[in-house]
């Protein structure tokens, strides 16, 4: 079982920056690939960006050049740093951490961009 805790959600103004955080418990965590989803209210989730157990990385177009996923094996954490952040980047961020056949999810964290 992992469980996921995400932080460093908030209100920041156009332009502005965040960094999420997702702390994973359990063992593997290196083995894992990790992600970030978002939903807006009345849209369906969906991915922003994600990680592989080898550091290979991908990106929504919305959010490449702006987003920079990463993660510390030692620490069990896994980030997202968000720089010139728009109003459309408003959303629930939630982690999801994929070791097949298993998949969890955190609890989210809101993320409002004020214009």
């Known amino acids: 079982q992992v469980q996921l805790v995400e932080s460093g959600g908030g209100l920041v103004q156009t332009g502005g920056s965040l960094r999420l955080s997702c702390a994973a418990s359990?063992?593997?965590?290196?083995?894992?690939?990790m992600a970030w989803y978002r939903q807006a209210p009345g849209k369906q989730r969906e991915l922003v960006a994600r990680?592989?157990?080898?550091?290979?990385?991908i990106y929504a177009d919305s959010v490449k050049g702006r987003f920079t996923i990463s993660r510390d094996n030692a620490k069990n954490t896994v980030y997202l740093q968000m720089n010139s952040l728009k109003p459309e980047d408003t959303a629930v961020y939630y982690c999801d951490s994929l070791y097949a056949p298993r998949d969890y999810w955190g609890q989210g964290t809101q993320v409002t961009v004020s214009s």
């Open positions: 359990g063992s593997r965590f290196s083995l894992h690939t």
């Open positions: 990680i592989t157990s080898v550091g290979t990385t």
